[in-house]
């Protein structure tokens, strides 16, 4: 349903711009979720603003590769481009969506507004089914909620209204950006829960962006995890858990707390990563690797990994990895 091949996406000035995502690869399938992990800065955020064609312009811009939704390339379409062609099938739940909802106007007319865009449906059928999608997102008493002000309702209602808005394109990929990180973990349940359900009930392909993966492990089929722009490991949730092969993808996991482990100092991925322009060649993660030798600073990084789909990006993946 959505393929992204090999994006570069830049920022700055033309004298002095830097990558901030470095040929990132990713391939969501109909009815798919696709979890996307890494650390804060590490391009999460700048890969989805490039799909959805929302990069600031001019300061980011698609440097080259290619964004395909259902065989179509859109990787330079303008939004009301995509939407005019028919291709404007992405729809994205931002991260607070207090900052996303437009404050003086109900709720109701926000998704009206964007069932007139997308369908040019309005007056009472675009207003019956902005109801009916505020019964899909489970809003209690959907006709008297569509007057309420984004004030009004609480964090987990106002974020099923961001999710009623962007099920009003009827999207085939929906981008959710850490659509749960302001929510606590009763409403994060309920919120999770439900985008898993619209999934299956609609047939979608959802990218889900987060840093908890708990959230990962209990939502997604597949997840990838990025590292300074790139891509460092991707597979199967249950495989990649289990077996990571990318070193960072280990660091990942021993840093998550366990809770039956007693009292005991947590671990840390050593370093900082580096910023955007820093590294030119070689591994992204050397500086910060223990297995790291002098092939990893220089020159291409292989793609490892087995037939199943479970590939890292690494000289010494977990199999064969030299003693630190």
């Not at 950006?177 to 829960?193: K, N």
């Not at 007693?262 to 993660?285: D, H, V, Y």
Request: net charge negative; glycine share 10%.
């Amino acid at each position: 349903m959505l393929q992204v091949s090999d994006l570069v996406v830049g920022i700055g000035v033309p004298e002095d711009d830097v990558d901030v995502v470095r040929d990132v690869s990713i391939g969501i399938s109909r009815g798919e979720v696709l979890g996307l992990v890494g650390e804060s800065g590490c391009g999460k955020s700048m890969t989805s603003l490039a799909i959805m064609g929302l990069l600031p312009h001019p300061e980011a811009w698609v440097r080259s590769g290619q964004i395909a939704l259902d065989g179509v390339d859109i990787t330079r379409m303008a939004p009301h481009v995509r939407v005019e062609r028919g291709c404007g099938g992405v729809a994205m739940i931002f991260q607070e969506p207090m900052t996303s909802l437009n404050p003086v106007m109900r709720i109701g007319d926000q998704i009206t507004e964007a069932i007139g865009v997308h369908e040019g449906t309005t007056g009472t059928a675009a207003r019956n089914r902005a109801r009916e999608l505020l019964d899909m997102v489970h809003i209690p008493d959907a006709a008297l909620q569509l007057n309420a002000y984004p004030h009004e309702l609480s964090g987990g209602m106002r974020q099923r209204a961001m999710i009623a808005i962007a099920l009003a394109c009827r999207p085939q990929v929906l981008i959710a950006d850490e659509p749960t990180t302001a929510l606590d973990v009763t409403v994060q349940l309920q919120i999770l829960s439900l985008i898993r359900e619209l999934c299956d009930e609609l047939g979608m392909a959802v990218l889900f962006i987060t840093h908890d993966l708990g959230v990962v492990a209990q939502l997604a089929d597949r997840v990838a995890v990025m590292y300074a722009g790139s891509i460092a490991e991707t597979g199967a949730v249950a495989t990649l858990f289990s077996r990571p092969l990318h070193p960072y993808s280990e660091g990942l996991m021993s840093c998550v707390p366990d809770p039956e482990a007693g009292n005991f100092r947590l671990k840390t991925i050593p370093g900082q990563a580096p910023k955007p322009g820093e590294i030119r060649t070689g591994c992204r993660f050397a500086p910060r690797c223990d297995y790291a030798g002098e092939v990893c600073r220089t020159g291409a990084v292989p793609a490892v990994g087995d037939s199943a789909g479970h590939i890292a990006y690494c000289h010494f993946p977990l199999q064969g990895r030299p003693t630190p």
